[in-house]
């Protein structure tokens, strides 16, 4: 029996103006330093200046893309992804399915992390509209239910996307009174106890990587249930739930709509002068293991030692658990590879002054880096030449040490696949090929479903928008 074909969504791309104001539309490219829009509502194409721009978010094919065996991070703090054809004295080779093969002095290079490959991504939003997601109230009662008149979808007419764009449609009852979360700027507000928001159509994989952005006044209490199969209740059900504020976090085991605490209560590494900061949670279903990381940093990491994983769902559930207001917006869920981000924020992992490389079991060696040929790494060490198996290695570090630059006109930032990020010129977009710049590797051809978003005008202050957590 064949299960129905879910139906194909229509995902606005978004094109957003340093004055604030934002577009929804499609990106078709760039002519003769204009941006070239197309918008359901305007007839013809639109040409927009590009040193009016702010940034770019597209939702490009993944039909092209293919994984890769190695994670590179530039010295300015860029990242790419490739296979990993050779290091040599002078120079990277790496071979990509989007800029084809790519050569990179070596002295451009920080780190590569072998074996870290593209994550799909389950889900990234809310961007345009509150996808489906629903809103409930476990204190008064109120059921789960969708966001109603502030769903945008495929069908929409072209004058109901002109005044979503003016961000004009109204709201639900629910959602003006407090009781419930509300959609507001591409992210979630809630300002009462109680309220519930989740979804339970995420298909989440054995390994998972799920990441927010958080900000709360004064104080706040947040619960995140994890591979839930009722989204009803954080209390019942099956799921881990994990239960956060300011101070402290603890993780749960909800089995048969039965709580126990998994280890003890550990900071959270969020208190005051705090008011905002970025989540990531990796779970590993076979190892029953779930990480908690802010702001880049490892928090905890929690094993459960029952002898089944709890969550038993595709649902993930949050819920306000005080009155402070508090906010979710830039929620991404994806596939994990199983290495945990590097933390440390551009600072050596060995001496600064030897090549460093990590092996997977924590292991760690020391010394020149001579070269990296046919998935094997020559190091040259104190005692002798040792040949390393690169499947073995978790991330080798050169001593190229980290630039920080500063934004420049017409330099552009792109945010990419697998959470690359390249920092170019652009000479030209058109006929499915984006000719780029990179100090590192001169000029090439790249695929543009590559790109996620593109960030322009970084010389320019920005406009503050999307911080308000208590709303319009």
């Keep these: 029996k064949n299960a129905a074909a879910k139906p194909k969504v ?147 007419v072209p004058a109901r996307l002109a005044i979503n764009i003016l961000g004009k449609i109204p709201m639900q009852k629910a959602q003006r009174n407090g009781q419930n979360w509300r959609y507001v700027d591409n992210g979630f507000n809630c300002s009462s106890s109680g309220p519930l928001l989740g979804r339970r159509d995420l298909e989440f994989p054995d390994r998972c990587q799920i990441e927010f952005d958080i900000q709360w006044s004064n104080y706040f209490g947040l619960g995140i249930n994890l591979y839930a199969d009722n989204i009803k209740n954080e209390y019942t059900g099956n799921s881990y739930s994990l239960r956060m504020d300011h101070s402290n976090v603890y993780l749960y085991r909800i089995s048969n709509n039965s709580s126990s605490r998994i280890g003890v209560n550990v900071q959270s590494r969020m208190q005051q002068p705090k008011t905002r900061a970025h989540v990531a949670i990796f779970i590993d279903k076979a190892q029953k293991t779930i990480t908690l990381l802010v702001d880049d940093q490892l928090v905890h990491k929690w094993k459960d030692t029952n002898a089944k994983f709890a969550g038993k769902g595709n649902g993930l559930l949050f819920t306000s658990r005080n009155s402070y207001p508090m906010r979710l917006s830039n929620i991404r869920i994806a596939e994990w590879d199983g290495n945990l981000p590097q933390a440390g924020g551009g600072k050596n992992l060995g001496n600064g002054k030897d090549d460093y490389g990590k092996f997977k079991n924590d292991d760690s060696i020391s010394g020149q880096a001579k070269n990296i040929r046919e998935g094997k790494l020559t190091l040259a060490t104190s005692f002798a030449e040792v040949p390393v198996e690169m499947s073995n290695i978790s991330v080798l570090e050169l001593t190229n040490p980290v630039v920080k630059s500063t934004p420049k006109a017409g330099e552009i930032q792109a945010r990419m696949r697998a959470r690359g990020q390249l920092t170019f010129h652009m000479q030209s977009w058109v006929n499915g090929k984006v000719r780029v710049v990179s100090p590192y590797f001169g000029t090439a051809d790249f695929d543009p479903s590559v790109f996620q978003r593109l960030e322009f005008n970084r010389h320019v202050p920005r406009r503050s928008v999307g911080n308000n957590i208590f709303g319009p």
């Design 10 to 156: 229509l995902r606005l791309e978004k094109l957003k103006l340093l004055n604030g104001d934002d577009i929804s539309g499609k990106f078709l490219g760039i002519k003769d330093g204009n941006i070239l829009w197309q918008h359901p509502s305007f007839s013809g194409l639109i040409q927009v200046k590009s040193a009016d721009i702010s940034e770019i978010s597209l939702f490009p094919s993944d039909a092209k893309s293919r994984r890769h065996n190695c994670t590179v991070e530039l010295v300015n703090g860029d990242t790419l992804q490739g296979d990993l054809i050779e290091l040599s004295e002078t120079e990277l080779v790496l071979d990509t399915w989007y800029g084809g093969r790519l050569k990179l002095p070596r002295n451009s290079v920080r780190a590569l992390r072998p074996g870290q490959t593209a994550d799909r991504i389950i889900y990234e939003g809310p961007d345009g509209n509150p996808d489906n997601w629903q809103t409930g109230n476990r204190n008064t009662g109120v059921q789960m239910r969708g966001f109603g008149l502030n769903q945008l979808n495929a069908k929409v």
